[in-house]
């Protein structure tokens, strides 16, 4: 026993942190991350949520099981950020469960499915998230592409993606990234979310929406306009939401699974499989990071200043982005780089070829992951010159 287990190649997004950490050259930039950073590097705690955490442990007077739905508050206040008054019309037919991340939300959702119907299919973005595959595949399940990206004009390929979901039989499932989508940046509009909802009801296929990054785009509101249209017009839907992000809060491990089912009797026997699913995983989520995210979002004090403060990230985002492409567009000219501020969220693709991403790193000590997905967040007023100048003569 355990001799016949092989070392694993390194994991293609952590490996490009490890490999960064080793680099000894002043001039490297890691833009591979997938957490957000401000101007000196740092991913910051919130100070809405460090308010909020010395409230709480101020107050805490138990450290006793949460349950496997976990906090009740925290599942209904998330739910009904993300979507919005619906979530109250919605809510006797919604089963919701605390998980652990938005990874926990996915895997949770996927054991659900299988539960459902082993032969389920679930179709994802070509491409998505270097996670998505793993976390979904291994609860046993089928995993599809659809395409989503065409690098020439990069912008979502909205057409081939809904000539695609239009020919899947009646229950498959469709993995849709509600917004900021990772790892392009390239997201639906509203009208193109709306064809789409049409195309889904009307062929019987399941929306599973991944919701990681609400608040990133542009604002809270703006950034669910796509889902909340799905939401309405579907009779069922998966929504796994990660707090991971626009909280700051990573490594606390704080999201939520909400399936809405066709009535209510549907939504009662579902919390009993979610139990039943987090109970057989790791029995019951941990407390403190949905805990601080439903004060933040409960007191009408912490979440202004929490939304002011993402406001903050966002803002410095789009400035990045539009310091690079005009950085760009100097050392190019007569090339376009608008695709750099018209995406949304931390990513976009570089487009370089897999010769261009090894130059990058070993030429000029630019790290990002095998396809290319560059962090804006990892760039600052002082390497942008630098990062430009690296980037510049590599792409297309
Ligand atoms: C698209 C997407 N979905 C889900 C997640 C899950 O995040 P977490 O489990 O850290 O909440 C991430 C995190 O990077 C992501 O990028």
């Known amino acids: 026993m355990l001799d016949n287990l092989d070392r694993l190649p390194p994991d293609p997004i952590l490996g490009v942190t490890a490999a960064f950490r080793r680099d000894a050259s002043t001039k490297k930039v890691d833009l591979g991350v997938g957490v957000y950073r401000d101007d000196f590097g740092i991913t910051p705690v919130p100070a809405a949520v460090r308010e909020a955490e010395r409230e709480m442990l101020a107050q805490q007077t138990t450290k006793t099981y949460v349950g496997p739905a976990g906090?009740?508050?925290?599942?209904?206040?998330?739910?009904?950020?993300?979507?919005?008054?619906?979530?109250?019309?919605?809510?006797?037919?919604?089963?919701?469960?605390?998980?652990?991340?938005?990874?926990?939300?996915?895997r949770v959702g996927a054991e659900l499915l299988r539960a459902s119907n082993p032969q389920a299919v679930v179709h994802v973005s070509d491409p998505t998230w270097a996670?998505?595959?793993?976390?979904?595949?291994?609860?046993?399940?089928?995993?599809?592409?659809?395409?989503?990206?065409?690098?020439?004009?990069?912008?979502?390929?909205f057409e081939p993606m809904l000539d695609c979901i239009a020919k899947l039989p009646a229950g498959s499932v469709v993995l849709l990234h509600g917004c900021c989508h990772n790892p392009t940046g390239a997201d639906l509009n509203a009208e193109q979310w709306s064809v789409l909802a049409d195309v889904i009801e009307s062929r019987g296929l399941l929306p599973f929406v991944d919701l990681a990054y609400q608040g990133f785009g542009d604002d809270l509101g703006s950034d669910v306009v796509g889902l909340r249209i799905l939401a309405r017009r579907v009779p069922q839907f998966l929504l796994a939401i990660s707090c991971s992000k626009n909280f700051g809060l990573y490594r606390e491990r704080a999201g939520a699974l909400a399936v809405v089912t066709r009535n209510a009797t549907a939504a009662t026997a579902i919390a009993t499989h979610q139990a039943r699913i987090a109970r057989r995983m790791y029995s019951m989520p941990p407390d403190h990071g949905a805990a601080v995210a439903a004060r933040v979002l409960g007191d009408a004090r912490l979440r202004t200043l929490w939304e002011t403060e993402i406001a903050a990230m966002v803002a410095r985002m789009k400035s990045l982005r539009a310091l690079l492409a005009g950085r760009l567009a100097a050392r190019r000219p007569g090339h376009d780089f608008s695709w750099l501020t018209r995406h949304r969220g931390m990513f976009s693709l570089l487009g370089l070829s897999e010769a261009g991403i090894a130059e990058l790193r070993d030429k000029h000590h630019v790290y990002v992951p095998p396809d290319g997905r560059m962090n804006v967040a990892g760039i600052n007023e002082t390497n942008v010159d630098y990062v430009a100048e690296s980037v510049a003569g590599l792409i297309a």
């Open 131 to 157: 996670n998505h595959e793993p976390l979904i595949g291994s609860s046993g399940l089928t995993l599809q592409r659809y395409p989503y990206y065409d690098p020439a004009t990069r912008r979502a390929a």
């Open 71 to 106: 906090n009740v508050e925290f599942n209904e206040r998330i739910v009904e950020m993300a979507l919005g008054t619906l979530a109250r019309d919605l809510q006797d037919r919604t089963a919701t469960i605390q998980t652990v991340g938005g990874c926990g939300a996915l």
